[in-house]
């Protein structure tokens, strides 16, 4: 299923295509500049949402859906590394400002994941979803269990710093509960996501929005400071992971949208993807920073010593680099950006 196929099945689905009768307005993607103070760049589909969530401003619908760009910087050691890590990616959302809550957030996402591809779902095996819920969310557990039908050794516990969600700066929180697809034994060893989280993909993020939280650092040291006004509702479900499942490629770097960046890579260097590791990292790499630096200069970032300027001059720099790894000294961002969609 093509990358536009997985959005559109989105938008539809929430905008009056779900079985709940839950109607969401469509809201389109905000710039990667993000409106906060706290923030360089937008690094989740909830960020334009974060006023509403806090009770700052009435939101003008009590439910939506975006498709949003964000940029994450956090793990960038990683990317090329790995299968799933991204600077850029596009994050499926849905919301809620005190209207359904856990109960209806996590009926739609089952419907939306198992129901099959022939009536406008994403066709995942029942048997392959694990869920993971907040330590001490019986609540959760119990709707996964007992109303959507999960096995009780489907469903596991994690701690604050992997099912408790934040912006990772002061603002709307709460505990969260995740989907994951068991990609097989090819992948690592049985055992659900705690156990192996290369094996066992998260593709869907539920946040239960009901705290504030202030400064700190890591995912797990920061003070609640309070109650929200209203028990809301944010979720994630990153759109290049699902891609990769749903195209059956090993990992985000070779969905159609990214391959194209890498193809031409590979094509202006003459290194065959697939030949060796170093150089495949490197490809991967470049794929990734060249869509995330052609997103940033599309968003209005130019290159510059510090804040997003400096996120896209290393972006930009670290293609440059890994292209002269694999050979090319030739000026080849413009041709790498032009293959960015
Ligand atoms: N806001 C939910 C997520 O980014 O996973």
């Not at 760009?69 to 994050?91: N, P, W, Y």
């Not at 192996?196 to 797990?220: H, I, P, S």
Request: aromatic share 10%.
């Amino acid at each position: 299923m093509e990358s536009a196929e997985i959005r559109s099945r989105w938008l539809c689905f929430f905008e009056n295509g779900n079985s709940q009768g839950l109607t969401h307005t469509v809201v389109p993607s905000a710039s990667l500049i993000a409106d906060d103070p706290n923030l360089l760049l937008v690094n989740a589909g909830m960020v334009p949402f974060k006023p509403f969530f806090l009770g700052e401003i009435t939101p003008p619908y009590k439910r939506a859906t975006s498709v949003q760009k964000c940029v994450r910087t956090l793990d960038i050691d990683e990317v090329g590394k790995t299968t799933r890590h991204a600077s850029f990616f596009q994050m499926c959302g849905n919301f809620s400002f005190g209207d359904y809550f856990k109960e209806g957030a996590i009926a739609l996402a089952w419907e939306l994941l198992t129901n099959p591809v022939s009536k406008g779902g994403y066709g995942f095996p029942e048997e392959k979803l694990w869920v993971t819920v907040y330590l001490d969310d019986d609540e959760a557990a119990d709707i996964w269990h007992k109303k959507i039908g999960i096995p009780l050794e489907r469903i596991q516990r994690r701690d604050m710093a992997d099912n408790f969600w934040s912006m990772g700066v002061p603002g709307p929180c709460g505990p969260c509960s995740e989907i994951y697809y068991d990609r097989g034994p090819q992948y690592g060893v049985e055992g659900g996501p705690i156990a192996d989280e290369n094996r066992y993909m998260e593709v869907w993020n539920l946040v239960f929005m009901q705290n504030e939280r202030g400064a700190g650092t890591g995912k797990d040291d920061f003070p609640i400071l309070g109650e929200l006004p209203a028990k809301s509702i944010d979720t994630g479900l990153g759109l290049e992971r699902m891609a990769a499942l749903l195209q059956g490629v090993e990992n985000i770097y070779e969905i159609d949208t990214t391959a194209q960046i890498l193809n031409k890579a590979s094509a202006l260097t003459g290194v065959k993807y697939g030949s060796d590791e170093k150089s495949d990292i490197a490809l991967r790499v470049i794929a990734d920073h060249a869509r995330t630096s052609a997103m940033l200069i599309g968003d209005g970032v130019t290159p510059g010593n510090e804040g997003r300027g400096y996120v896209l001059r290393r972006m930009m720099r670290r293609t440059i680099r890994n292209m002269r790894l694999i050979g090319s000294h030739d000026p080849i961002m413009g041709e790498l950006t032009l293959a960015a969609n």
